[in-house]
């Protein structure tokens, strides 16, 4: 008999990650796969877990239990993230945004790409006080592959504009940006979406699609914007309370009764009965028009008392 192999290429292997704070656990026995190539979108209600998973696959957070491995850019060999610094990971190919955006408000657009762009060249302060060769050609370079970015992300015309003054779809796209200055593997977006307005969703959906499919960038990414993330995420990973429920691609995750039950706070077989009878409201697709404002933390609580 033959076995069936998965030989797509892995990116992130986490197997078993349990991460705890005091009496909180914040994950719970999470494992999954990221695959090189795809848009992976992490969802589930709020203190589901998914900026903890985040900062556990960055160096930020070390799970107690589990472990987690990565091999980010093509070629790379798996090595573990557990124990690294923040900027290690960085430098093995991981770039990130925030949720809550953390730009240098001082400093202009450009800048805030070349500090990006930046991180990955060898120049220190003291070859920049020299004024070495190889310095003021990294230099060049920084700036030409800063502007390249700005272009990408749509604010060439922004470009000497201080960050801070910058609208706040703006400002998103910039961090995007500054984060591909890095030249990542793999970019982990932390609700990218919040607090921007239709318009700028709709840009935002294209360039994380353009940024997979024309840079090779494979992308993982919190998103609380349903409609946002159906359209874009290859695949889904749902948590809840610290547990992965659910994996699937967006039609199977829309019609997953554990899924509906998590994000509405009725039973798994109240889902699955109103889900066969189609008496749902948010069945199906409708729930791609879930948004955070909708889904307080205690609409879950409740559900699970
Ligand atoms: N540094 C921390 N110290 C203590 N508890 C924490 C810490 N970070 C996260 N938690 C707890 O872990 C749980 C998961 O939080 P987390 O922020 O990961 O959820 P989330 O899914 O990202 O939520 P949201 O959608 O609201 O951003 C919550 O109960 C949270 O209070």
Redesign the pocket.
Known sequence: MSVATDTRDVIYDIDSVT?R??G????NNVSMKMYRGEILAVI????????????SLTGV?TPQEGSINLAARVGDHPVSVLGQKTHVVNRLGVARTF?NIRLFPALTALENVKVGVETRQRSGPIASMLGMPWQRREERESSERAFELLHEVGLTSRANELAGSLAYGEQRRLEIARALGTNPGVILLD?PAAGTNPAEKRDLAALITKINQDDGVSVLL?E?DMKLVMSIAHRLIV?NF?QKIAEGTPEQIQKNPAVIAAYLGSSEEEAADELAHGDLPSAGPALISFD?NELS?NDVTEGQA
């Open positions: 991460l704070f005091g909180v656990t914040s994950l589930g209600p709020n203190g589901a877990g998914k900026t903890s998973l985040f900062n957070y949720q609700e919190i609380h948590l610290g955070k933390a």
